[in-house]
């Protein structure tokens, strides 16, 4: 018994944030390469931070405001991040995987060179987005608003796209679904060298 609660502290401790910096950060909204993992960021107004390089996995980031926040390279895995401001982050080479942002606004966002995997934007505001170059596995779109938005060499043959309001979207260099490129023709987006599968 005493060696399973030792090594459940140990997994505990190896896995949880480093409560310093998350005070620092509260203070600051300054914290590069930090280590915030399982963090309640919940019900706060961080506009503008900084987490460049830093690990958000598993924390709470639902009802929370990021507008114009730097996310660049940060590891964002298991995360909520539902009904949240995102407006204009730079995601840009960050890792997104198991996660969900439904009904949250990324407008603006750059989310270019990102990889994205099993992720929920249902409902989500991703108005001009900048998907350039990303890896983009599962991720759920439905009824999300893509208008403007840049997708140039990606696959979206895993992705589902029903009910997107796409107008204005640019698809540069994209793999898509027979079926998504019949409704997003009525959409009124512009295909550049997209393949329709």
């Known amino acids: 018994?005493?060696?399973?609660?030792?090594?459940?502290?140990?997994?505990?401790?190896?896995?949880?944030?480093d409560n310093v910096e998350l005070e620092k950060f509260k203070k600051t909204l300054i914290c590069e390469e930090c280590d915030l993992s399982g963090a309640n960021l919940s019900n706060m107004d961080l506009g503008g931070a900084n987490?460049?390089?830093?690990?958000l996995s598993g924390a709470n980031l639902s009802k929370s405001n990021f507008a114009k926040?730097?996310?660049w390279g940060?590891?964002?895995?298991?995360?909520?991040?539902?009904?949240?401001?995102?407006f204009r982050v730079n995601f840009e080479s960050s890792i997104i995987k198991n996660s969900t942002f439904d009904r949250s606004i990324l407008k603006g966002a750059n989310l270019q060179l990102t990889e994205l995997e099993n992720i929920s934007f249902v409902g989500t505001n991703l108005w001009g987005v900048q998907?350039?170059?990303a890896v983009i596995s599962n991720v759920d779109f439905s009824s999300s608003r893509i208008a403007d938005a840049r997708f140039v060499d990606v696959d979206l043959t895993t992705s589902n796209l029903s009910d997107v309001l796409a107008f204005g979207a640019q698809f540069n260099g994209v793999s898509l679904l027979k079926k998504d490129c019949d409704y997003l023709k009525n959409e009124d987006v512009k295909f550049i060298n997209t393949e329709c599968q």
Not at 74 to 86: C, G, L, M, Q, W
């Open 1 to 17: 018994m005493k060696n399973l609660l030792f090594l459940v502290f140990c997994v505990s401790f190896l896995f949880s944030y």
């Open 51 to 55: 987490l460049a390089g830093s690990n």
């Open 69 to 71: 926040a730097i996310l």
């Open 74 to 86: 940060t590891r964002i895995e298991n995360v909520k991040a539902i009904d949240s401001n995102f």
């Open 131 to 133: 998907f350039n170059e």
